[in-house]
């Protein structure tokens, strides 16, 4: 019996240390009823809001096409989005607009998006710069901003 006890307690304990360190690494996605959070950065809910904010600024708009359930998506969230360099480029260079594509069914038929996680880069007079449909990594992600950094001049 005392086998069966501590096979069961390292059980529990491997349970709650795999809970606790999922906990710590993932980033939550909150939202109000003007932005959405995603890697701490402000995110506009609607295309139109972005491309308005977008205009005002001279910048480039990144729509990032996401869903609560989307596996790649948490990764972008928790493995491209956070990273420091990455991080500090979105929030310097970029107006960034999140469409929940299980919310906002009206901007997910404008761009065509079918499935997410979908990134479309834009300039302020709506020319499409960049699409990225599905995951990539992050070294691949911050070589595709630079890129268009480059061209759109964001």
């Given at each position: 019996m005392p086998a069966v006890e501590k096979v069961l307690t390292l059980l529990a304990l491997g349970a709650v240390f795999g809970f606790a360190y999922y906990s710590l690494n993932s980033t939550p996605v909150i939202s109000d009823s003007n932005f959405t959070y995603i890697a701490e950065l402000?995110?506009?809910?609607?295309?139109?809001?972005?491309?308005?904010e977008a205009k005002?600024?001279?910048r480039t708009l990144m729509v990032y096409f996401w869903t609560?359930?989307?596996?790649?998506?948490?990764?972008?969230h928790t493995e491209v989005?956070?990273?420091p360099d990455i991080n500090a480029i979105l929030a310097e260079r970029f107006v960034r607009v999140a469409v929940d594509m299980d919310v906002n069914k009206r901007d997910?038929?404008?761009?065509?998006?079918?499935a997410p996680p979908y990134i479309v880069f834009l300039t302020p007079d709506e020319r499409v710069?960049?699409?990225?449909?599905?995951?990539?990594?992050a070294d691949e992600f911050r070589r595709i901003?630079?890129?268009?950094v480059e061209e759109?001049?964001?």
């Open positions: 402000e995110w506009y809910k609607t295309y139109e809001e972005g491309l308005r005002q600024q001279n609560i359930w989307c596996i790649y998506c948490e990764k972008y989005f956070s990273r997910t038929r404008r761009f065509g998006v079918q710069i960049m699409r990225v449909p599905g995951y990539v990594p901003l630079d890129a268009v759109g001049g964001a």
